[in-house]
């Protein structure tokens, strides 16, 4: 049997040590990784800027999660050397080859005057709250204040834009901004679960906000109660990190992503006509956009509302709620978001279709530089004729 000296002996026999000057020059290498194995407790107290936190006792379990580079030049440390040298062991027998256990810890370090910080963390009641995102390697405290800083805009407060915004809120998005200028009609409550009874005649923004609110009150709720137009979409859209497209209607969905393409904001497109659904997502120059995949509306004729055309209840739901999850993906930067692939949803066969799209290399407004796209509006007739709109 072997005592606690001779296993450390042990250990650090088979690892490479650098002292703190070493680490810090380590560090700024490219693709560099600074693992702290410390207790949480330990490491809320203070932290090296930018180091990946797994304690010491999940290190084994989460480890190639969160660091799945396994050539990654990586300094472990622990408050004193002793529980980083038994770290960088298990890394290198997991795989990774370039790990060294920084002597004197985070102790020496802090003493030594160099970089540390108080790491941001999640109140007690949001660690409660956010458990089972927490409980997620992919997720986890980092992930979740990623999600609670995500700005995110809907279009529209009705069939889309109710689901997507009640998950939104629920997983922990800190601001959530709803476009919409109708009141609550009671035909809306058939599927546009946001509102309910009590708000029929209010603003749908501020039932939004108030349902949003009462679920959850870390998130901000941002309310444009206004008509998007070629001369507030690029105010309205700056500062949001991704939108989600509910639009109900061609003029909006063009003027979407032209500004969204000047601006350089992801949408998460969503639509739905009778039984069937569609979700995609459009990365500014990083796949298609609207118009590479619609070059121009269809006549009105074939193109009716969802105040024209039925549509059966659950699926906005459904639709909706892939919308939010490819904001959740995107915002945590996990999988494979639906960028370049259409998703398509039939409610009476019980079947999703995944369908590839190009970008058009001649595409009106994303082959183009970005400082030379024209906002401008499509009139109410979807008529492909774009009518120039003052922009201020
Ligand atoms: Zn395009």
């Not at 790491?119 to 660690?127: E, F, G, H, I, S």
């Not at 109710?162 to 009609?185: E, F, Q």
Request: glycine share 8%; net charge negative; charged share 25%.
């Amino acid at each position: 049997m072997s005592s606690f000296r001779e296993l450390l002996a042990a250990a650090k026999s088979e690892i490479r040590e650098v002292d703190t000057a070493g680490a810090d020059e380590a560090r700024k290498r490219p693709g560099a990784v600074v693992l702290d194995v410390r207790e949480p407790d330990e490491y809320e107290q203070g932290a090296i800027p930018g180091a990946v936190h797994i304690p010491r006792g999940t290190l084994e379990s989460s480890v190639e999660n969160r660091i799945p580079d396994k050539a990654a030049p990586v300094v472990v440390h622990c408050a004193s050397g002793v529980r980083s040298a038994f770290a960088a062991k298990t890394l290198s027998d997991l795989g990774y080859q370039d790990v060294a256990s920084m002597t004197g810890g985070f102790n020496k370090w802090k003493d030594e005057g160099r970089d540390w910080s108080t790491p941001r963390k999640l109140t007690a009641d949001q660690r409660n709250r956010y458990q089972r995102h927490l409980l997620l390697p992919e997720v986890g405290v980092d992930g979740q204040l990623a999600l609670l800083d995500a700005k995110v805009l809907l279009l529209g407060a009705g069939g889309l834009g109710s689901p997507a915004a009640l998950y939104l809120a629920a997983a922990g998005v800190g601001t959530i901004g709803i476009v919409d200028m109708d009141v609550v009609d009671d035909s809306n409550l058939q599927r546009q679960i946001l509102h309910n009874v009590d708000r029929i005649g209010e603003r749908k923004v501020d039932s939004a906000k108030k349902t949003l609110t009462a679920l959850n009150p870390d998130v901000d709720v941002v309310t444009h109660d206004v008509r998007l137009g070629a001369d507030n979409v690029m105010d309205i859209l700056s500062g949001y990190d991704v939108v989600v497209d509910g639009a109900d209607n061609f003029p909006v969905r063009y003027l979407l992503n032209d500004a969204a393409l000047k601006l350089g904001i992801t949408v998460v497109h969503g639509s739905i006509f009778r039984f069937e659904g569609q979700v995609t997502v459009f990365k500014p120059h990083d796949g298609p956009c609207y118009r590479c995949f619609l070059p121009e509306p269809p006549p009105a004729e074939l193109a009716p509302s969802c105040a024209e055309a039925g549509v059966l209840g659950v699926l906005p739901g459904i639709v909706g709620s892939i919308q939010a999850l490819e904001v959740i993906k995107l915002v945590l930067g996990i999988g494979d978001d639906l960028s370049g692939r259409l998703l398509a949803y039939d409610s009476l066969e019980q079947s999703f279709r995944s369908y590839k799209m190009r970008r058009d290399p001649q595409c009106p407004t994303c082959s183009i530089d970005p400082d030379q796209i024209v906002i401008a509006e499509y009139d109410e007739f979807c008529a492909p004729h774009p009518v120039q709109a003052p922009v201020g």
